[in-house]
């Protein structure tokens, strides 16, 4: 499911303009224009406030504006009404993100009575259960496997759905043979060559070097302590570890947030009407003082009407990892949390999701190990240019050690210790990623060395791993 169909997507009803307003105010959402689809769906709640597409299309709303209380009043609101089997599943969703997970599956099993063939319910639901051998869902769901007609997109999910199923219930050959289905008819969806990314990260390798360093250490004016940065790979543990910082009460999360990205200018080609890549030679060689307090005031401005009045903040944008050299120079007072696995983990936990962002290499083994070794190699790279000024968290220490760790994360954080990061799985706020349920849940150990289990089934992703 991507992220517009969780949030909003579907169709409305209501009569006229009520009906007009929820059009709009979902179509501003899929563009995430956030700001314009409220006053819309505010204005058809307060027209027709029995409307349930109304009530959860501005309940949506709040969840974006990070308003879990108002979201949750509107969702309570929607949910004595006779909703449709659509707006059912996205109550589901909603409730899911909102850690409430109980209400989740109520809401979901009330759309697969109305609607037992609604692929999109089904796939909210799947890591919300365990299946066992003989799972009644399990035969549902081969039965609405066996329906002819269904679309492309139902019959990717519907192989994820199964793969996770058969795994569950001890079929790992036959859950495996899903997956791989699955992946690749989700691959067959783009058109994405990883030489591409490999050679990105070799250009960042060679331009952003040690002079560079040397020269633009100390230019920025910008001194501000108050963001976190939360790097690594996807299924690197990352949720766990912002859930933790999250439920510190010094704390703010502003999730995956994309403003460091917008806040990087795009340099002009001279003579030419294309642009230069961000850490090109051509952009390293522009960087200047002012370039780099100009990106910090940008991204301290853009955050800071989530911040509010948090000491820390946490933005937890993963891909952030390609730019460790600008958050340096740009925010040298900012803190970097890189969270690493061990890479056949993590390579067989992104094989088994369908992910919300645009991911092409995440559906292939050998590119998911590709992937991986470039990102790695620029890890090193960082880490050569700036030693000990990034905090590495590897997701088995905190496994194995959760106060320890947690304690050494919240120091190197520059905040005091609270016994409410160990107990994180109880702090009430909106998670989005694939770990949304994970983090519902105290630490647990089922999910280490479980790539040795199924060696069999991940030699293309094994075999890359070690540059074959």
Known sequence: ??????????????????????????????????????????????????????????????????????????????????????????????????????????????????????????????????????????????????????????????????????IDAGDADRGFAHLAKGNALKRTTYTYDISTFETYIDHIILNFDAATVRRLRGKSAVMND????????????????????ASHPDVRSLGEAKFLQQSIPVIPEAGDSGKVPVLSKAFIDRLDGAMLGDIGQKYLAATAPFAQDARRVVDKMLFNYLWVGLIRLALPGAKIVHCSRDPADLGLSIWRTHFSANLPWAYDQAEIARYYRGYARLMDHWRRLFPGEFHDLPYEAMIADQRGETAKLLDYCGLPWDERCLDFHKTERRVTTASEVQVRQPIYADSLRKSAKYDKHLQPLLLNLNGA
């Not at 409307?51 to 509107?74: S, T, Y």
């Not at 799972?135 to 759905?161: C, H, M, N, W």
């Not at 940065?229 to 766990?240: D, K, V, Y």
């Open 226 to 245: 108050q963001p976190i940065f939360i790097i690594g790979m996807f299924r690197s543990g990352s949720t766990l570890a912002d859930q933790i910082l």
């Open 1 to 166: 499911m991507n992220r517009k169909q969780r949030r909003a997507g579907g169709s409305s009803s209501g009569g006229g303009k009520t009906a007009g307003l929820i059009a709009a105010g979902i179509a501003a959402v899929e563009r995430n224009d956030i700001a314009g689809a409220a006053p819309l769906l505010e204005q058809a709640a307060a027209a027709d406030p029995k409307n349930p597409w109304a009530l959860i299309g501005l309940a949506v709303v709040r969840m974006e504006q990070q308003d879990l209380p108002a979201a949750l009043k509107l969702a309570e609101k929607a949910q004595r009404l006779d909703c449709p089997p659509e707006v059912l599943a996205k109550l589901g969703h909603l409730y899911k993100e909102a850690g409430q997970l109980d209400r989740a599956r109520q809401h979901l099993r009330q759309a697969l009575v109305k609607k037992p063939d609604y692929v999109m319910a089904w796939f909210s639901m799947h890591n919300l259960k365990t299946f066992a051998p003989g799972d009644t869902d399990l035969v549902k769901l081969e039965t609405l496997a066996a329906k002819p007609g269904l679309s492309p997109q139902d019959r990717i999910y519907l192989e994820f759905i199964l793969g996770k199923a058969y």
